[in-house]
């Protein structure tokens, strides 16, 4: 009989699966089997990806662009990573200091194993990306998480992390807009946290993915803006998925220190080698042509989060901070928890997000997936018509708990 823990290692048993991608599969499986499953769980647009973008794919392909590039990604596309920054930003990098990934998430991990040795701690704020926690630990650190508060619109609070500082702190993780509550992080709290990191010699790493979905005026704060000193402690991480809807692409990147992104290429030469050679042009042509698609996106969005928040909050017991950024809606279903469907409990946040599966064929991903049980994650990267009807839905099923 074959035995997990004679021929898995250590670290794979201590890393579950991804909660979203299993929650989406399964609502595709159902919908394939013939079940009317409205699908909330899936994190990416449902906008096609620009047409030019598609086409300069499509030339890279029948000009033989198909072969291997350097492992960090093309120098055209790090270029346009750095250029990109410099016109929306102001920071100055250059193409050394860009790693180009298959994906934001293949970014993400490869800075975790060139920075993190056994023991070292990161610091993760909660509610968090569902992968952050699992990437530290395959590294060898320890993910160390860090509460926020429904009651602050998720803001991070930098006396909270004051409090779980230690002599083994190594980095923190900032994502804003954020997966899965859309909140974005004032800049005076970060400026607090920036003093913070300075002082601690801790690594930022800025998961930027959604900044493009801000839904506030001007640009979304971001530590380099309230503390430039950090730019030699910070390592950006970004890419095309959700700005120009791209998520198939798998194209990401990540900027920092010339060190860190050197070692980050020296792990990606010994594992993916570079990212398809033809997406990496797509990713150049979104870069750098035509940007009202992220523009497009965000007026698309505004009333389908207006609608979700505005239903939500109408929901007796539900409560929900207005997202701020991205493409998510995270209330809080607590008050539910305890009651009964036909003699089944619902004692948490997985079993209420399976019960809108089973009975009101409504797909979402359970907020104990993202560090913060008392909520449930939903995507309005869907049609206005579909929320209307999956609110409707919801709103029946929460009635027949008793």
């Not at 929900?320 to 607590?334: D, L």
């Amino acid at each position: 009989m074959f035995s997990e823990k004679f021929v898995l290692s250590d670290r794979v048993l201590q890393v579950a699966p991804s909660p979203t991608l299993a929650v989406n599969a399964k609502a595709k499986a159902l919908r394939a089997a013939g079940a009317d499953i409205l699908n909330f769980s899936v994190g990416e647009p449902d906008m096609p990806t620009p047409a030019h973008v598609c086409a300069a794919g499509k030339k890279a392909i029948e000009e033989g662009r198909t072969r291997y590039t350097p492992a960090a990604g093309i120098p055209e596309l790090r270029e346009a990573v750095c250029a990109k920054l410099k016109q929306e930003h102001g920071w100055e990098y250059k193409p050394e200091e860009v790693q180009i990934s298959c994906g934001g998430k293949h970014g993400l991990f490869n800075i975790f194993q060139a920075v993190l040795n056994p023991g070292d701690e990161v610091l993760i704020p909660a509610p968090y990306w569902v992968s952050y926690p699992p990437m530290v630990q395959l590294a060898g650190g320890t993910p160390v998480i860090v509460p926020l508060q429904q009651d602050r619109q998720f803001d991070i609070d930098p006396a909270v992390v004051a409090r779980y500082v230690t002599s083994k702190t190594k980095a923190i993780v900032l994502n804003s807009p954020s997966n899965p509550t859309g909140a974005v992080y004032s800049l005076a709290a970060l400026a607090e946290v920036a003093k913070m990191a300075y002082e601690g010699g801790w690594l930022v790493v800025s998961d930027d993915m959604y900044e493009e979905l801000y839904y506030g005026e001007g640009k979304v704060p971001h530590i380099l803006h309230a503390d430039p000193r950090l730019k030699d402690q910070t390592v950006l991480s970004n890419g095309v998925s959700k700005a120009f809807a791209m998520t198939g692409w798998r194209i990401g990147y990540s900027i920092g220190p010339r060190e860190v992104i050197r070692a980050m290429n020296k792990i990606q030469s010994q594992s993916t080698s570079n990212p398809a050679a033809p997406s990496q042009y797509a990713a150049l042509a979104a870069l750098t042509g035509p940007q009202d698609f992220p523009h497009q996106m965000r007026e698309a969005f505004l009333p389908r989060r207006a609608f979700f928040v505005e239903s939500l909050e109408s929901i007796p017991g539900v409560s929900c901070v207005a997202p701020m950024g991205a493409f998510y809606v995270f209330p809080n279903f607590s008050a539910y928890y305890g009651k009964k469907f036909k003699g089944t409990a619902i004692d948490g946040s997985v079993a209420l997000a399976d019960y809108f599966l089973d009975e009101a064929q409504v797909a979402s991903v359970p907020g104990a997936a993202f560090g913060a049980d008392d909520f449930i994650r939903f995507s309005f990267a869907t049609s206005l018509t579909t929320i209307e009807r999956g609110m409707e839905r919801i709103k029946q099923a929460l009635a027949a708990l008793q």
